[in-house]
């Protein structure tokens, strides 16, 4: 599958007539792998495969550099200045600090996406009259964010590339959810009285989503 055709192979003897069959089955999964396939291939990741010197990251919806600074230091630490991400690195570690340095990257943006889910579900607490039992930042591959009946609610590391707004309106998404398990009007209602007009963050999500999941 390519972001603009699609091959199928298929078995000698097979009649056409059962290979569109399957095609047209398929076709809802063809098209999000080729959207997929698209976005792919129209920039950079938006998390580099090896940390280095000039590295650049997708953070909050804006493009941030990376720069490494070799100091006497315990752990490497992260800081965010502006549109650099300063890295700090012990001297001790070596040269070979790319896998040490995406860590700390994923770590530090678990906690920062932990603790703005934590405040927000503080603050529409008292609207909803619920409270989430857990909050959990995970890698998802297909999924922003769900909330299970037991009131747990997991938020995909990925939203940290997303802007601000749009990372904001997925935990209300899901915080509504702690109300209705399900998408019906009365949940939509919900959402809108907390949030607003949501259309511009669903249409980032849907058009972005190949790209950035």
């Given at each position: 599958?390519?972001?603009?055709?699609?091959?199928?192979?298929?078995?000698?003897?097979?009649?056409?007539?059962?290979?569109?069959?399957?095609?047209?089955?398929?076709?809802?999964?063809?098209?999000?792998?080729?959207?997929?396939?698209?976005?792919?291939?129209?920039?950079p990741?938006?998390?580099?495969r090896?940390?280095?010197?000039?590295?650049?990251?997708?953070?909050?919806?804006?493009?941030?550099?990376?720069?490494?600074?070799?100091?006497?230091?315990?752990?490497?630490?992260?800081?965010?200045?502006?549109?650099?991400?300063e890295v700090?690195?012990?001297?001790?570690?070596?040269?070979?600090?790319?896998?040490?340095?995406?860590?700390?990257?994923?770590?530090?943006?678990?906690?920062?996406?932990?603790?703005?889910?934590?405040?927000?579900?503080?603050?529409?607490?008292?609207?909803?009259?619920?409270?989430?039992?857990?909050?959990?930042?995970?890698?998802?591959?297909s999924?922003?964010?769900?909330?299970?009946?037991?009131?747990?609610?997991?938020?995909?590391?990925?939203l940290?590339?997303?802007?601000?707004?749009?990372?904001?309106?997925?935990?209300?998404?899901?915080?509504?959810?702690?109300?209705?398990?399900?998408?019906?009007?009365?949940?939509?209602?919900?959402?809108?009285?907390?949030?607003?007009?949501?259309?511009?963050?669903?249409?980032?999500?849907r058009?972005?989503?190949?790209?950035?999941?």
């Amino acid at each position: 599958i390519q972001s603009d055709h699609v091959e199928l192979v298929i078995p000698n003897g097979m009649a056409e007539h059962r290979m569109l069959k399957f095609a047209e089955q398929k076709a809802s999964w063809i098209y999000k792998a080729m959207q997929k396939n698209k976005a792919a291939n129209s920039g950079p990741p938006p998390m580099p495969r090896i940390f280095k010197e000039g590295a650049q990251i997708l953070y909050r919806g804006q493009w941030h550099t990376v720069k490494i600074i070799r100091e006497k230091a315990r752990k490497i630490e992260i800081a965010e200045e502006g549109d650099i991400f300063e890295v700090s690195v012990p001297v001790h570690l070596g040269e070979d600090i790319s896998d040490k340095i995406e860590k700390a990257f994923r770590l530090f943006f678990k906690q920062t996406l932990l603790y703005e889910a934590q405040v927000l579900a503080e603050r529409y607490g008292p609207n909803l009259g619920k409270k989430p039992k857990e909050i959990r930042i995970k890698r998802q591959k297909s999924r922003w964010g769900s909330c299970s009946t037991k009131g747990n609610i997991n938020l995909n590391i990925a939203l940290i590339y997303t802007p601000v707004d749009v990372f904001q309106y997925v935990v209300v998404h899901e915080l509504c959810h702690l109300r209705h398990q399900n998408h019906s009007k009365k949940y939509w209602d919900l959402v809108a009285s907390l949030w607003g007009d949501y259309k511009p963050q669903e249409k980032f999500l849907r058009q972005n989503g190949p790209y950035l999941l």
